[in-house]
């Protein structure tokens, strides 16, 4: 069955080091995309990819980055973590045509800066 | 205005009732609308979606959407303790990414 998997699932690092939180999709969808979910913000946009090579910036993109090298994959770089990067971070994926665009979520990654 | 507007409840309902979520939004040009569930420590979960006014019906779950008045609505009918989660409604304005609420905590008691 198709899925979109992430890893790792709990991340722990300290202030300063860079992560890459990965996101993988055998949907074969073109629309790749990172939210992050804190209490009292709900769902925010970071970063989403149309497809190969093409990346954009969403509501809360400042401190990470995205590549897209292939359909599959679109892995999310916090380039020096900040504590107020601690959250629960979502990839999801849909696909490219269609004017429902209705969006599949991985299982997320709990990811703590101390 | 904010975007998409729920409210956090928490809504609580006996089992066995009616449960209705309710989500204003405030882009007109909106065009496609979603109900996701969100379990504690899960992902969210589609649950349906709707882009014509009126009501669309999957199972036990309604959906209602009335863009004159900028308001869909989700209704859960014969609720059971397992539908206890947040619901989270979406909105996408004609492009692939969607602006999400905050969500409703819904507790359905036995």
């Known amino acids: 069955d198709a899925e979109i998997t992430q890893s790792p699932r709990h991340k722990i690092t300290e202030t300063g080091r860079q992560v890459t939180l990965a996101c993988h999709q055998t949907w074969n969808h073109n629309n790749m995309f990172w939210y992050r979910q804190d209490l009292g913000h709900g769902l925010r946009l970071i970063h989403y990819s149309y497809g190969v090579h093409d990346t954009n910036k969403g509501e809360v993109s400042d401190g990470y980055s995205v590549s897209r090298s292939n359909t599959e994959d679109l892995p999310l770089t916090l380039e020096s973590a900040a504590s107020s990067q601690t959250s629960v971070y979502f990839c999801?994926?849909?696909?490219?045509?269609?004017?429902?665009?209705?969006?599949?979520f991985g299982p997320g990654t709990r990811l703590t800066v101390t | 205005q904010k975007e998409v507007e729920q409210n956090s409840g928490p809504l609580s309902v006996p089992e066995g009732a009616i449960a209705s979520l309710n989500c204003t939004y405030s882009?007109?040009?909106?065009?496609?609308f979603f109900w996701y569930r969100q379990y504690s420590g899960k992902s969210p979960e589609l649950i349906m979606f709707i882009y014509s006014n009126g009501d669309k019906e999957d199972g036990r779950f309604t959906a209602q959407l009335n863009k004159a008045s900028q308001y869909v609505s989700l209704l859960i009918r014969d609720s059971q303790p397992s539908d206890s989660a947040t619901y989270l409604c979406a909105v996408n304005k004609g492009y692939s990414t969607l602006t999400f609420g905050k969500g409703t905590m819904l507790l359905v008691s036995p």
């Open positions: 999801a994926s849909s696909e490219r045509e269609g004017a429902t665009y209705e969006q599949y």
């Open positions: 882009d007109r040009g909106s065009q496609s």
